[in-house]
């Protein structure tokens, strides 16, 4: 019942700046967090940042200080504002809602980004 649709990806510079955007569409009740996951190649998907329906925010260590998450609830969407980039943050960038209630999770389709020079 939930889709959720990533833009803002691509390439950029060390010490660049690029901003993700995620649009939620569907049915969602009770509470849900939404937040930014990530996966190398090679590597196990991880968290980047995730805000909770309390506004509550929480960050990978990797990248406390450089980026940060905004969610609006009216309009289901969450950004991630992510500065200061690293090469080690190239990834691919998923976007999830967790519904608490069901214990259900969504993904979008997942968006690139590179950091390189």
């Known amino acids: 019942q939930v889709q959720l649709v990533e833009s803002g990806g691509g390439l950029v510079q060390p010490g660049g700046s690029l901003r993700l955007s995620c649009a939620a569409s569907?049915?969602?009740?009770?509470?849900?967090?939404m937040g930014w996951y990530r996966q190398a190649p090679g590597k196990q998907r991880g968290l980047v940042a995730v805000?909770?329906?309390?506004?509550?925010?929480n960050y990978a260590d990797s990248v406390k200080g450089r980026f940060t998450i905004s969610r609006d609830t009216a309009k289901n969407t969450v950004d991630l504002q992510m500065n200061n980039l690293k090469p080690e943050d190239t990834a691919v960038y998923y976007c999830?809602?967790?519904?608490?209630?069901?214990?259900?999770?969504?993904w979008g389709q997942g968006t690139q980004v590179t950091v390189s020079s």
């Open positions: 805000e909770s329906s309390g506004g509550s925010t």
């Open positions: 999830n809602v967790r519904v608490f209630t069901t214990s259900s999770n969504y």
């Open positions: 569907g049915s969602m009740f009770g509470f849900y967090a």
